[in-house]
């Protein structure tokens, strides 16, 4: 009554914290999985099981890989791998990135150089990965680390020539540190697109962390897959293909939770609070 008295309109209610944390699942998507299920099944009954174990099997055996500690073992290396070797990449992507930004030598420099490393797929990478280092370790972090870089290395440059002039002259004028600067201008500026290239990247990141295990490692889920390959296992296969895309899942979860944290300020869906 207040609000209407004073001619203002009533503030549309906001979804709870609960409905914005975890998203109502659509009935078409739980539909789609339900029959690839129901499908796989029936594959199951009427075909051999080194092609298509049944839901029952694959379930015993993933309960048998986590129930070992080789298999946390495996899912620990592989998780690790993937979130430690990222934050290197981003680090490294980052620093070039403001460099670039900021000296256009510098970018002539550079620029040439992540063309020529977009152009030679994964593969190649970690073929050259296997002849150049004889750790195992290495090879891995060398290959997630310049797979990454690229899409780090844009978004940052790209980032931070986005800033307007007006905001850079009206923080300049303050004299700030370069701390200062740095938390003020520049880390606000860039944070909703890199947060976006890491949710690329842990898709990219995944597949080719296990490319490298696969091919090059001894330890992690990629080494569990060669053993399930060469064991023609594919109830071993299917298991550790769910804990991949959990893992990309729960990843997923973890840059939204940053990003709703980082990014109160633009309110639900991107709209400002104030707004």
């Not at 550079?110 to 490393?117: F, H, Q």
């Not at 150049?132 to 690229?150: G, K």
């Not at 860039?190 to 490319?211: D, E, Y």
Request: glycine content about 6%; overall charge positive; charged content about 15%.
């Amino acid at each position: 009554m207040n609000s209407i008295a004073s001619g203002r309109a009533a503030p549309a209610p906001r979804p709870s914290w609960r409905a914005r944390e975890w998203p109502a699942v659509p009935w078409e998507g739980a539909l789609a999985i339900a029959l690839m299920l129901a499908a796989w099944e029936w594959a199951s009954r009427h075909s051999t099981p080194m092609f298509f174990p049944s839901l029952a099997q694959i379930a015993a055996t993933g309960a048998e890989q986590l129930a070992s500690p080789e298999g946390w073992t495996a899912i620990a290396m592989t998780y690790g791998r993937i979130w430690a070797y990222l934050l290197v990449s981003f680090v490294v992507s980052f620093l070039l990135g403001m460099a670039v930004a900021g000296n256009v030598h510098i970018e002539r420099f550079l620029v040439p150089l992540v063309e020529l490393k977009q152009g030679i797929p994964s593969l190649c990478w970690i073929l050259f990965a296997i002849l150049w280092f004889q750790d195992s370790e290495t090879r891995i972090a060398f290959v997630v680390v310049t797979s990454a870089l690229p899409a780090f290395f844009y978004q940052a440059r790209d980032a931070l020539r986005g800033i307007p002039r007006d905001w850079i002259d009206l923080v300049q004028a303050m004299r700030p540190t370069l701390w200062q600067k740095a938390r003020i201008l520049w880390w606000p500026a860039v944070l909703p697109s890199l947060l976006t290239v890491w949710r690329i990247n842990i898709g990219n990141a995944t597949r080719v962390t296990i490319m490298a295990e696969l091919l090059g490692g001894i330890t992690g889920i990629g080494h569990q897959l060669r053993v399930s390959q060469e064991m023609f296992r594919m109830d071993q296969t299917i298991v550790w293909t769910v804990v991949l895309v959990a893992f990309v899942i729960l990843s997923n979860q973890v840059l939204s939770g940053f990003e709703r944290r980082l990014l109160s300020y633009r309110g639900h869906d991107g709209v400002r609070g104030d707004a």
